[in-house]
């Protein structure tokens, strides 16, 4: 009963170093989105796979790319990060038929 | 084009009494709309969704929101606030196109006082 699992939790960046965050779904879901969340801003997509091999931008791609690495798993990676990426970012994935999102529990990143 | 405005950014009510978090849309077509919330430090749990087989939509832990499409709104409320309702909530509204990308809007974050 897993269901959305993101990894790390937590992480701290210097400014121009990389990572790639994790996420993997249980659900067989085909679509899965990356957001991040910022004070007062709800949430904004980055981006989103609407099944496996496809990838498509959202509202703030920039500074970010993806791969679909299969039906499971959507990874987000950062390049080279910048302050302005310090952010709680969220992975979700979602029940067709129902138009409904599943969460998973987040990953707080701060880029020094 | 589709946006969600909260109304609140911040709601503050005493234990046991009645909770209201307003939400206002904007849509084109006729919208599925929906309440995530969201406790400290997790993430976004559906409380309920609207799809048009009914105005008024019941959802988790006791709360509902009806949808009144004159007057674009979709407020969310419960008769009685407990402890545990303490956290942020999202109005959100589905945009219309063929990927059905969900438009948040900013939050409301709700505090019970004991």
């Known amino acids: 009963n897993a269901g959305v699992t993101q990894t790390p939790k937590f992480q701290v960046l210097k400014t121009g170093q990389s990572m790639t965050l994790q996420c993997a779904q249980d659900?067989?879901?085909?679509?899965m989105y990356w957001y991040r969340q910022d004070p007062g801003m709800g949430l904004r997509l980055i981006y989103y796979?609407?099944?496996?091999?496809?990838?498509d931008k959202g509202e703030v791609p920039n500074g970010y790319n993806v791969s679909r690495l299969n039906k499971r798993e959507f990874s987000l990676r950062l390049e080279s990060a910048a302050p302005s990426q310090t952010s709680v970012y969220f992975c979700?994935?979602?029940?067709?038929?129902?138009?409904?999102?599943?969460f998973g529990a987040g990953t707080r990143l701060s880029v020094l | 084009a589709q946006s969600v405005t909260q109304l609140d950014s911040h709601v503050s009510v005493s234990e046991g009494t009645p909770v209201l978090l307003r939400c206002n849309y904007s849509?084109?077509?006729?919208?599925?709309l929906f309440w995530y919330v969201q406790h400290p430090n997790k993430g976004l749990q559906l409380l309920l969704k609207?799809?048009?087989?009914?105005?008024l939509v019941k959802g988790i832990n006791g709360f509902e929101a009806e949808f009144k499409k004159s007057e674009t709104s979709f407020h969310l409320t419960k008769p009685s606030a407990h402890m545990s309702d303490a956290a942020e909530y999202f109005c959100?509204?589905?945009?219309?196109?063929?990927?059905?990308?969900?438009?948040f809007g900013s939050g409301t974050r709700l505090l019970v006082r004991p």
């Open positions: 979700a994935s979602k029940v067709e038929t129902k138009n409904i999102q599943y």
């Open positions: 659900m067989n879901h085909n679509s």
């Open positions: 796979s609407a099944s496996e091999g496809t990838t």
């Open positions: 849509s084109s077509y006729s919208p599925s």
């Open positions: 609207y799809t048009s087989a009914a105005t």
């Open positions: 959100v509204v589905t945009r219309m196109d063929s990927s059905y990308k969900l438009i």
